[in-house]
């Protein structure tokens, strides 16, 4: 079963308008954590926000927030003022069962590549 | 600030032949792993290690891969007898914090495997 979705392989925006990148995750562990990663066509991995399943405020970093919605279980990233240079593919992922030691395994969704017009 | 770093960033080699891609992960870290991506498709868990030795693997990581941390700052990632299929993007992450931890996993910027 697929653990991570996302529904949008391609999202367009405005130059400095803000933008909505749907995550929805499934799992039964109640402690997890959840992740968005970007991507740029360099190629690397850029982490950008992380959000516990326990936590009690939704996650912001600069311009990124994240709308965590647990009953929901929905993950959405929100980016504020978008620029050229977050032109990239977008990655939700999640850490949830602890398998074993030393096991840090993340899931991740398919991708969604925003594309910013000037 | 610190980073994981990988090498080479692209390699070019004929089936068949093997491939060691090697990775400097942040010099503070105990936890490694090695993530695959194939064109155009999702980053995929291959191998996590931990405690020299290996702690979790997918149904990827068959007899055809092997990790191992020959010193004290590399981790690398042997692929023997390459085969079309394992042209992909493979990163290299560590982290600080043990399972269940809040911690960032780190990644590096990637190594491309082509096989030809």
């Known amino acids: 079963a697929q653990k991570i979705t996302q529904t949008q392989p391609g999202m367009f925006v405005q130059e400095k308008e803000a933008v909505t990148l749907d995550c929805t995750y499934d799992?039964?562990?109640?402690?997890?954590?959840l992740f968005w990663y970007k991507q740029p066509s360099s190629g690397e991995m850029i982490f950008l926000i992380y959000?516990?399943?326990?936590?009690?405020q939704n996650a912001t970093e600069g311009r990124y927030s994240l709308n965590f919605q647990k009953a929901r279980k929905s993950a959405n990233l929100v980016i504020s003022a978008s620029q050229l240079g977050d032109s990239a593919m977008y990655f939700c992922?999640?850490?949830?069962?602890?398998?074993?030691?030393?096991?840090?395994?993340?899931?991740f969704g398919k991708g969604t590549k925003l594309s910013v017009i000037p | 600030e610190p980073e994981v770093t990988q090498t080479p960033s692209h390699q070019v080699t004929q089936m068949g032949q093997e491939v060691i891609l090697r990775c400097v992960p942040i010099?503070?870290?105990?936890?490694f792993y090695w993530y695959r991506q194939i064109l155009g498709q999702k980053v995929e868990f291959l191998v996590s290690?931990?405690?020299?030795?290996?702690?979790?693997k997918s149904e990827i990581f068959d007899d055809q891969f092997s990790v191992e941390r020959p010193d004290g700052s590399n981790f690398t990632l042997k692929i023997r007898s390459t085969k079309l299929e394992d042209s992909a993007m493979y990163f290299c992450?560590?982290?600080?914090?043990?399972?269940?931890?809040?911690?960032?996993?780190?990644f590096g910027e990637g190594s491309r495997l082509t096989v030809l």
């Open positions: 992450a560590s982290s600080a914090v043990p399972p269940g931890g809040t911690g960032e996993l780190f």
């Open positions: 799992t039964s562990d109640p402690s997890y954590g």
């Open positions: 959000q516990g399943s326990y936590d009690q």
């Open positions: 992922a999640m850490r949830d069962t602890y398998s074993g030691a030393g096991s840090y395994q993340l899931t």
């Open positions: 010099s503070n870290h105990l936890y």
């Open positions: 290690f931990y405690n020299n030795e290996i702690s979790e």
